[in-house]
């Protein structure tokens, strides 16, 4: 399933070389492909070289593609197998990097909280099994509906919705025990 009504015709005119097509493809699904290598990977700095990589390979395979309608899952396809592949030649997932946060001059302990929160939300996220966590992502980070979702991934839109609420539960329970662990 192709978001835009004109995502058929540039694919079709990146597949006959035009670059700047391609360039458009790719700010469309960027965050697709990156949802997808982070629910494999659990961390942004690998998920951010794994879509990277994945938009090489969709360059070098676009001319393979039949079906421009089933662009994006398989951009999540290529991104899910990439990033296996990455655990597999590392056989380790490197831990989120500190990324730094901006004061504003008003309310200078906002950064803080945001990282700290944003921090705690990444570290509950590694903990949940990978089939949830992609789902929560695809649901939230990428704001997919069911449908889209399961047209997708090749699973059913209710089978995503229990992992979806699922997940969304193991995270509470993952962060109010993050809450109590830093508390005692």
């Not at 192709?2 to 006959?16: H, S, V």
């Not at 697709?32 to 494999?40: D, N």
């Amino acid at each position: 399933m192709t978001g835009a009504p004109d995502d058929e015709a540039l694919i079709r005119q990146a597949q006959q070389g035009d670059h700047d097509a391609f360039g458009r493809l790719v700010e469309r699904y960027y965050r697709a492909a990156y949802a997808s290598a982070y629910g494999v990977l659990g961390n942004a700095s690998d998920a951010e070289e794994i879509a990277q990589e994945t938009f090489v390979q969709v360059f070098e395979k676009l001319d393979r593609l039949r079906e421009p309608g089933a662009f994006t899952s398989w951009i999540w396809r290529i991104a899910r197998d990439t990033a296996l592949k990455h655990i597999r030649k590392h056989k380790r997932v490197r831990p989120v990097a500190d990324t730094p946060e901006v004061e504003t001059e008003d309310r200078p302990h906002e950064p803080l909280v945001a990282a700290e929160e944003k921090d705690q939300l990444l570290a509950a996220l590694e903990e949940l099994p990978e089939d949830m966590r992609e789902a929560v992502l695809m649901r939230y980070w990428e704001e997919l509906e069911y449908d889209e979702m399961a047209s997708r991934t090749g699973v059913s839109a209710a089978a995503l919705y229990q992992r979806v609420c699922r997940g969304l539960k193991r995270l509470r329970e993952v962060i109010e025990r993050q809450g109590k662990d830093a508390m005692a």
